[in-house]
């Protein structure tokens, strides 16, 4: 037994900040960003607007695609680092505003690597016997932890949130295997320093920025690179095939370059990379979800097709997937 992604959703917030917006914030302009990075625009929440409320709207579009009622979920993980609160979790909100009563609900902190580390964990969970109608989501509001006045990391990040709903196959379909890895000794290369209990909320912590994102970019992209590599060459080797056997990729859209990178080593053609970075830009979690919705609601996955998955964020976390549609 298996899981089958049997749906996708994804939300948007309206709120589109272009890179001539950001030449008015710091020292850039839209060739410095768009050479070193692809994206073009991202998707920012609106005043008020809590990572939760856009799980729900990406939930709702894959339950009603998969023809599931909320109160059928067995199961509700949401893969975030940026919960409405440091406690209770975003899925448990989730849970109450989709009135999934029955269901299970809790968070996985994995950043942009969230989502795969929770459909590889509701993959094993429906192989084990222990669910059987699962909604994975991955949602950030990355707008909220951005320094905007560093300008190597706030053209990069931007809001929105994806969803897959998995039950077990009836057949050759679904989730082949999931690979997931971590190396913690890489943690000070992308991370928020403040808000925890390292750095608690305090006046020092606002006056120097702590609460939001640091990056080493250079580090990270190196990192990137050769992880994904390795944690896809893992994966086609774990089910007995190669680059060329798969018809799409679906990539964390975290840079172009790392993207090209990856594809490159891989020996496979950008023609198979869904990208959608240039109008969103890193959404962390929600991206690879939200990725996956789009080609899905293209039609560019048919029956059968075989689809290579990865993802990498912070910690550093990062994995990989091989599923046939």
């Excluded at 690879?288 to 919705?293: F, G, W």
């Amino acid at each position: 037994m298996r899981a089958r992604i049997v749906s996708t959703g994804s939300y948007s917030p309206e709120a589109v900040v272009t890179n001539a917006d950001l030449e008015k914030l710091v020292d850039t302009n839209d060739a410095w960003i768009v050479e070193r990075t692809g994206i073009r625009e991202r998707r920012k929440a609106a005043p008020g607007e809590t990572t939760s409320q856009m799980c729900t709207a990406a939930a709702r579009e894959a339950l009603a695609l998969a023809g599931w009622s909320a109160e059928e979920l067995d199961l509700i993980i949401v893969g975030t680092i940026t919960p409405d609160y440091p406690f209770p979790s975003c899925a448990v909100l989730v849970q109450a505003s989709l009135g999934a009563k029955r269901a299970c609900a809790f968070d996985i902190s994995a950043a942009c690597a969230g989502s795969l580390f929770a459909m590889g964990l509701g993959d094993q969970l429906i192989r084990a016997g222990s669910a059987k109608k699962v909604l994975v989501l991955g949602a950030e509001l990355l707008t909220g932890i951005t320094d905007w006045t560093d300008r190597n990391t706030c053209v990069l990040f931007g809001d929105g949130a994806g969803a897959m709903c998995l039950e077990p196959s009836t057949d050759e379909r679904g989730v082949l295997s999931t690979h997931l890895f971590t190396d913690g000794n890489a943690s000070k290369i992308l991370y928020q320093p403040g808000g925890g209990s390292a750095h608690p909320v305090s006046q020092r912590v606002v006056d120097e920025r702590l609460a939001t994102i640091r990056m080493e970019g250079r580090e990270v992209y190196k990192f990137a690179v050769r992880a994904l590599v390795e944690a896809m060459q893992t994966a086609l080797a774990a089910n007995g095939l190669t680059a060329a056997d798969l018809d799409h990729v679906i990539a964390h859209q975290a840079n172009l370059r790392i993207i090209e990178a990856v594809a490159k080593r891989l020996d496979i053609p950008m023609s198979k990379v869904w990208l959608n970075l240039e109008q969103y830009g890193n959404t962390s979690s929600a991206s690879l979800p939200t990725t996956l919705d789009e080609a899905n609601r293209a039609g560019m996955l048919k029956p059968g097709s075989l689809i290579g998955m990865m993802a990498i964020g912070a910690g550093m976390a990062w994995g990989s997937a091989v599923v046939r549609w």
